[in-house]
């Protein structure tokens, strides 16, 4: 018996050390089955290290071998040419689950109506490339001439400046009142790591706000990036998988092309952020390969759809609303130099705007049933003060509206605060203005969720 145990124990120590294990050695115990029981095992996890091992070596020549597949295979691009097929993988960040495409593009193809809808920042919007040369109008003409027979409804709601946390309050309102079939979402750029889980939540709670709308429209989500990589690609990416929602990545396959030398930033962009008329070109292109991907694989697409079960985090922001002065049946008192405002501003219809040299007596008081409380209020490259808010007389925030040397006014958004439950409350927000100068602060909407 000695004999046996002495073997396994050689045994063992050989597999340990062959497989760098030193220190999950056997202990040396008075039990004869004890040790064989702590032999065996140690076996075992040398073993299971050493099949682990062995794996990760495996995909790691798989994932050196596709790399290795990809460059020898690399087509050089140039903008007046077509996509190349490097381009269409490099975007494709997540292909995600195709059957509530797959029945968009059924509807399409039956000659049935349809709406597409996109919402976004500034990219979306169109600046630099103007409304008709805009990724958006461009994705829609690109289905309109895949599907001749259909009638294609475009909604763009984009508006510059804006990230998901306003956009999951506007949606409603902006998109989803249009009972859209199909929705682009990008905000990867108007996000930010600033705010990082505020955005990640706000994003998950635009995607659920979206999805579980009434006409249980299909999800296509866009990645984009300021000239450095800059993007909350990778934040959005990691809601997007636990979905399995598809995602287009322009800045994979933009920064890719600019690495091999194909082209430079200058070539599809005019700053450091906005895609100019080739960039939009390109984002669109993306999308419509994907589509005709799903298209040309219609037949074998089926099973269930993406599943919305599970949050992927609290997603309190889920169905929220802004209350503007459009809002019907608003409960606001208006005091001192405040007044509303039909103009449009930042891309909104309507604010309140507080103006002069004496602010005193100045305030909005908002009554509001909520769990989630926000603000929209404007940023001034002159004359900008700064305010005091006040949810059920408890100071909660101070904002600045001073946007000095900026490149221009826009509507900003801070996040005052969250009950545990929804119920009645009072905000308050009260300008604080110097008395010798010009002083603006407007507020465009309260956010409520």
């Known amino acids: 018996m000695k004999k046996k145990i002495t073997i396994i124990l050689l045994a063992a120590a050989l597999v340990i050390a062959s497989a760098g294990c030193a220190n999950n050695t056997a202990s040396n115990t008075d039990s004869s089955s004890q040790q064989t029981s702590t032999t065996d095992s140690s076996l075992d996890a040398s073993e299971e290290a050493s099949k682990t091992e062995s794996e990760n070596e495996s995909k790691n020549e798989d994932s050196t071998e596709d790399s290795k597949d990809l460059e020898e295979n690399y087509t050089k691009y140039t903008l007046d040419g077509e996509l190349t097929q490097h381009m269409i993988d490099m975007s494709r960040l997540n292909e995600g689950n ?37 990724y958006a109008r461009l994705t829609t003409n690109y289905l309109e001439e895949m599907y001749p027979d259909a009638k ?64 249980n429209p299909a999800i296509i989500t866009v990645a984009t990036t300021q000239e450095d990589g800059t993007s909350f690609q990778e934040q959005h990416a990691e809601i997007v998988k636990h979905y399995d929602l598809p995602m287009i990545s322009y800045r994979n396959t933009i920064l890719d092309n600019i690495e ?30 994907y589509i005709a991907d799903v298209d040309a694989n219609l037949d074998s697409i089926s099973g269930e759809e993406s599943d919305f079960s599970t949050p992927a985090t609290k997603a309190g922001f889920e169905n929220g609303t802004l209350l503007s002065p459009s809002t019907e049946g608003i409960d606001v008192t208006v005091t001192g130099s405040f007044r509303q ?11 309140w705007l507080c103006k002069g040299t004496d602010l005193s007596d100045s305030a909005l008081t908002f009554k509001v049933n909520a769990k989630n409380i926000g603000l929209l209020f404007g940023k001034y490259t002159s004359n900008g003060c700064s305010a005091e808010i006040y949810v059920d ?34 905000v308050k927000i009260v300008p604080k203005g110097l008395a010798d100068s010009g002083n603006v602060f407007s507020v465009t909407a309260l956010t409520i969720s």
């Open 98 to 134: 195709k059957v509530r495409v797959a029945n968009v593009i059924k509807k399409m193809k039956n000659g049935e109506e349809v709406t597409v809808g996109y919402i976004g920042g500034s990219i979306t919007q169109g600046t630099s490339a103007g409304n008709e040369l805009c």
């Open 341 to 351: 405002m039909e103009n449009p501003f930042g891309g909104f219809n309507g604010f």
């Open 152 to 215: 294609i409804n475009y909604v763009n709601a984009g508006i510059g400046a804006t990230g998901s946390y306003i956009g999951v309050h506007r949606v409603t309102n902006d998109l989803l009142s249009h009972s859209p079939d199909l929705v682009f979402v990008e905000f990867s750029v108007n996000d930010t790591t600033e705010f990082t889980e505020r955005n990640k939540e706000s994003y998950d709670s635009l995607l659920r706000t979206i999805w579980n709308s009434s006409k």
């Open 393 to 426: 007389d408890e100071l909660v925030s101070t904002v600045s509206a001073d946007f000095t040397g900026g490149w221009g006014n826009y509507v900003e958004c801070v996040h005052l605060k969250s009950f545990d439950t929804a119920g009645d409350h009072i």
């Open 260 to 289: 091999h030398g194909d082209i430079t930033w200058k070539d599809i962009s005019g700053d450091n952020i906005h895609p100019n008329v080739p960039g939009h070109k390109i984002v669109a292109q993306l999308l419509k390969a």
